[in-house]
T-cell receptor, first 114, second 109 residues
Framework: NAGVMQNPRHLVRRRGQEARLRCSPMKGHSHVYWYRQLPEEGLKFMVYLQKENIIDESGMPKERFSAEFPKEGPSILRIQQVVRGDSAAYFC????????????FGPGTRLTVT | DAKTTQPPSMDCAEGRAANLPCNHSTISGNEYVYWYRQIHSQGPQYIIHGLKNNETNEMASLIITEDRKSSTLILPHATLRDTAVYYCIVRRSGNQFYFGTGTSLTVIP
């Protein structure tokens, strides 16, 4: 049973470009969570999605960031017009139900903005 | 969700028990204590959770004090592969986990 897949694992973007991060949840999981980890800090929750719905986006920056989880295909975290402060590791997690004690995390995407 | 306090770092000899403390003095009655770990910048991994009773699974034991204001994660026989950052998390319910800065555990040969 494959785990949570994230790609790319490393992404380099110049300031002003767009970054697209993809997350494929574990098989059978329909709940996806995105977290961001800045250097030397813990993970910070960004958004929680179910298929075709954003359930909780309380941790998402108000501008430039968006997320989707379409009926078919992976969840996408999109960052428009990236700035150096967006450089971080972005982790996706999935679960098979809401309000579960265990979220399964992917390996992360390390975004570097130059 | 209640805030947690953990020591920033700890060492443990290989083969010995690693005891990782966590203070959560503002915990409320319906908040659970969770432990996750993050090995070398990989995605976090669930370890164990509990409400008020002590819990044990194949990875670790969780000891929660009677007043629930603190807890201890015990790795009974630490190995080099247990070197990681360990996060103690308290949450009521819902969608997100709040990861603080955790305890960086180094297992020494």
């Amino acid at each position: 049973n494959a785990g949570v897949m994230q790609n790319p694992r490393h992404l380099v973007r110049r300031r002003g470009q767009e970054a697209r991060l993809r997350c494929s949840p574990m098989k059978g999981h329909s709940h996806v969570y995105w977290y961001r980890q800045l250097p030397e800090e813990g993970l910070k929750f960004m958004v929680y999605l179910q298929k075709e719905n954003i359930i909780d986006e309380s941790g998402m920056p108000k501008e430039r960031f968006s997320a989707e989880f379409p009926k078919e295909g992976p969840s996408i975290l999109r960052i428009q017009q990236v700035v150096r402060g967006d450089s971080a590791a972005y982790f996706c997690a999935s679960s098979n139900q809401r309000d579960t004690y265990e979220q399964y995390f992917g390996p992360g995407t390390r975004l570097t903005v130059t | 969700d209640a805030k947690t306090t953990q020591p920033p770092s700890m060492d443990c000899a290989e083969g010995r028990a690693a005891n990782l403390p966590c203070n959560h003095s503002t915990i409320s009655g319906n908040e659970y204590v969770y432990w996750y770990r993050q090995i070398h910048s990989q995605g976090p991994q669930y370890i164990i959770h509990g409400l008020k009773n002590n819990e044990t699974n194949e990875m670790a034991s969780l000891i929660i004090t009677e007043d629930r204001k603190s807890s201890t994660l015990i790795l009974p026989h630490a190995t080099l592969r247990d070197t990681a950052v360990y996060y103690c998390i308290v949450r009521r319910s819902g969608n997100q986990f709040y990861f603080g800065t955790g305890t960086s555990l180094t297992v020494i040969p």
